[in-house]
């Protein structure tokens, strides 16, 4: 048998046994191919130890934890503004259909099936939109006002895009809304404040109402440097 084959015939042997190669192959030394430095990282989990230790010593981490807790709170008390609402300046109307087709058969609690999968439903035929939603820019008074004194608390929920539902509830004395994410003016198409929806029939009609311009006072208008006559 040949060197050659002896080998083969060895490695086939140790495959066949589940035992390493290693010890029937010769090593070989290359040489050093370049310039070597130690391993001098330290370990990364030692790292953040250590860090965590100095800021716990100096009152970072409390820090720390008090900005996360007024982040919170003031995300809570002032969400972020819904992104590209700007005041209505023409009357827009139109109306907007609910109706969705079931992806899925729709049964009650005891089986019984209410709708059948591909079925289309609006849900104003067994239910009907008893407030108008009132979308309104709270930073602007004069929108705020406008709702305020428009819409009774009864006929509407009054849902802010921008500004603090929190901050405003107390010297209005009633609840608002925030549309989180601009989900719902996203839904309907809304773009300018103030907008309302409410119900028609099978749709719902959205209107945006540019409110008339603040009447200028004599008093403001000499303050402008303006004369009355």
């Known amino acids: 048998m040949t060197r050659r084959a002896a080998l083969l015939a060895a490695i086939g042997a140790a495959l066949l046994a589940g035992w390493p190669l290693v010890s029937a192959l010769r090593a070989a030394d290359y040489g050093q191919m370049g310039q070597t430095f130690p391993i001098i990282e330290t370990d990364l989990l030692t790292t953040i130890e250590t860090r965590l230790r100095t800021l716990e010593a100096n009152g970072g981490i409390e820090r720390m934890q008090r900005q996360m807790q007024e982040q919170a709170v003031a995300s809570v008390r002032r969400p972020k503004p819904v992104d590209g609402m700007t005041p209505a300046t023409i009357k827009r109307e139109w109306l907007f259909d609910p109706s969705i087709v079931t992806e899925d058969d729709i049964v009650d609690a005891k089986g019984y099936l209410i709708a059948a999968r591909g079925t289309r439903v609006n849900p104003l035929d067994m ?9 309104i820019d709270g930073d602007n008074p004069a929108e705020l006002a406008w709702a305020v004194k428009t819409w009774s608390d009864a006929r509407a929920k009054i849902i802010f895009v921008s500004g603090s539902p929190f901050d405003a509830m107390k010297p209005w004395q009633r609840r608002f809304y925030f549309d989180q994410g601009g989900t719902l003016t996203g839904k309907f198409g809304i773009r300018h404040t103030p907008a309302v929806v409410s119900a028609a029939g099978s749709n719902l009609k959205i209107s945006e109402i540019p409110l008339p311009p603040p009447a200028v ?9 303006g004369k009355v006559s």
Do not use: C, H
Request: net charge neutral; glycine share 12%.
């Open 127 to 135: 239910v009907q939109l008893s407030q108008a939603l009132v979308f």
């Open 217 to 225: 006072s004599p008093a403001s208008a000499l303050s402008g440097g």
